[in-house]
C-alpha cells in the first residue's frame, strides 16, 4: 500500500524528514498504523461487545459493574473510531483516490478520538481504584455512600468533563481538496484553520498542558491508590490468619468480605495494566513540552507520528484485554458469559 503523504499550505516549507526518513515512516505507517491497530482494533471490538453483553446481562445493581461497563464504552469507542478510520485500506483495493481522501478526511477527527477515550478511561480507571481503595480502608462508612446511583453520576460527570475537555482540537482543523499530480486526480487534504492560525498559540498549550496534567494525575493516582489496597489486602490477611481459629468464612474481623477481596485483586490487575501504559505516554508528552517542533505537520512530524503509533497500539492492547482478565478472576463474570453463551450455542443448534 502507497502512503502518501498530506501536504497542506502551513507545512509547505518544513521539512518532515528529521529522525525518522519518509520511507522508513512509510513503512511504520503501513505495518503498524494500518495492519496492526486495524487488526487491533476489530479485536477490541469483540472483546468488549462480550464484556457489554456480560455487564448487562449481570445488571447494574452494583456499582463495580457501572464503573466497568463505563470503561469498557471509551474502549469500545477508541477501537471502533480506530476501524472506522482505517478503512482506508479496504477501500484502497477499489480506488486509490477514494481511500487517500478516506484517510485524509478522517485523520482530524477519528484520529484523535480513540487518544481522547484513553484519556476517559484512565480517568475512570482512577475513580475505580480511589472507590476500591476507600472500600478496602474504611469498608463500613463508604458502603452507603458508594451506591449504584452515585457511581452511576460520577462516571457520566467524569467521562463528560474529560471528552470536553479536548473537544476544541476536533475544530483546528479544515478539510480542503486539490490536485494529486500521483493519483492524477482531486483527494481530500486536512490543515490547520483560522481557528488554530488566531488562537493556536493559546490553544496548543492549553492542550498539550491539559494532555500531561490528566494522565498524569491519573497516573500518581493509579499508582497510590494501589499501594494503600495491596498494604491494606496484606494487612486483612495477616489478621485473618492471626485469629482465623476464632473465624469462618469472610473476613468480618476487618469489615472486607472475601468476595470484596477477589473484586479489589481483579480491579488491582486492571490497574496495574493502566499504569503500565500510561508511563509512556506522560513521556510522550512531556517530549511536546520541551519541544513544541515536537507535533504534528511541524519539524519533527514522522518523529512524532511514529512515536504515537508505538502507544496507539499499547492503547489498544490495552482495550482488548479487559476480557481476559475479567474472565480469568471472575467467577460471577465468568459463570455468566458461559452461561449466556451456553445457551446461545444449545438455541442454534
Keep these: 500500500m502507497s502512503i502518501l503523504r498530506n501536504s497542506s499550505k502551513l507545512s509547505a516549507d518544513v521539512n518532515f524528514n528529521k529522525i525518522v526518513s519518509d520511507e522508513l515512516y512509510s513503512y511504520i505507517d503501513t505495518y503498524m498504523s494500518f495492519w496492526a491497530l486495524m487488526l487491533l482494533s476489530c479485536f477490541g471490538l469483540t472483546t468488549n461487545t462480550l464484556n457489554a453483553i456480560v455487564f448487562v446481562n449481570q445488571g447494574f445493581k452494583d456499582g463495580v459493574n457501572i464503573s466497568l461497563m463505563s470503561i469498557t464504552f471509551w474502549d469500545f469507542v477508541k477501537c471502533f473510531s480506530g476501524l472506522v478510520h482505517r478503512m482506508y485500506g479496504p477501500i484502497s483495493l477499489f480506488s486509490a483516490v477514494t481511500s487517500t481522501s478516506w484517510k485524509n478526511l478522517t485523520y482530524p477527527y477519528l ?61 483546528l482543523y479544515e478539510i480542503y481538496y486539490a490536485y494529486n499530480v500521483y493519483l492524477n486526480s482531486t483527494v481530500a487534504f486536512y490543515k490547520y484553520d483560522s481557528l488554530y492560525h488566531e488562537y493556536g498559540h493559546i490553544i496548543m498549550p492549553y492542550y498539550k498542558l491539559t494532555a500531561i496534567l490528566i494522565p498524569t494525575l491519573s497516573f ?35 469489615g472486607i468480605s472475601q468476595r470484596e477481596k477477589l473484586v479489589a485483586k481483579m480491579l488491582l490487575v486492571v490497574i496495574i495494566v493502566n499504569i503500565g501504559n500510561l508511563f509512556p505516554r506522560i513521556i510522550f508528552y512531556i517530549g511536546q513540552l520541551v519541544e513544541p517542533e515536537f507535533y504534528v505537520l511541524m519539524k519533527y512530524h514522522n518523529f512524532f507520528m511514529t512515536i504515537a503509533r508505538f502507544l496507539f ?21 465468568r459463570s455468566t458469559f458461559y452461561q449466556f453463551f451456553g445457551q446461545s450455542v444449545k438455541v442454534t443448534r
Design 111 to 171: 484520529d484523535y478520538t480513540p487518544v481522547f477515550s484513553s484519556y476517559v478511561a484512565y480517568a475512570l480507571t482512577s475513580y475505580v481504584s480511589v472507590e476500591r481503595c476507600l472500600c478496602v480502608c474504611k469498608p463500613f462508612e463508604v458502603k452507603a455512600i458508594f451506591t449504584p446511583k452515585f457511581t452511576l453520576v460520577m462516571v457520566v460527570l467524569i467521562s463528560v468533563c474529560v471528552f470536553g475537555t479536548y473537544i476544541i482540537i476536533y475544530f
Design 220 to 254: 500518581m493516582t493509579l499508582c497510590t491508590c494501589s499501594a494503600i489496597t495491596v498494604y491494606q489486602l496484606k494487612k486483612s490477611a495477616n489478621i485473618f490468619n492471626n485469629k482465623k481459629h476464632q473465624t469462618r468464612g469472610d473476613n468480618q474481623t476487618s
Design 313 to 333: 497500539v499499547l492503547d489498544f492492547t490495552n482495550a482488548c484485554v479487559h476480557f481476559f482478565i475479567f474472565l480469568s478472576m471472575s467467577s460471577n463474570f
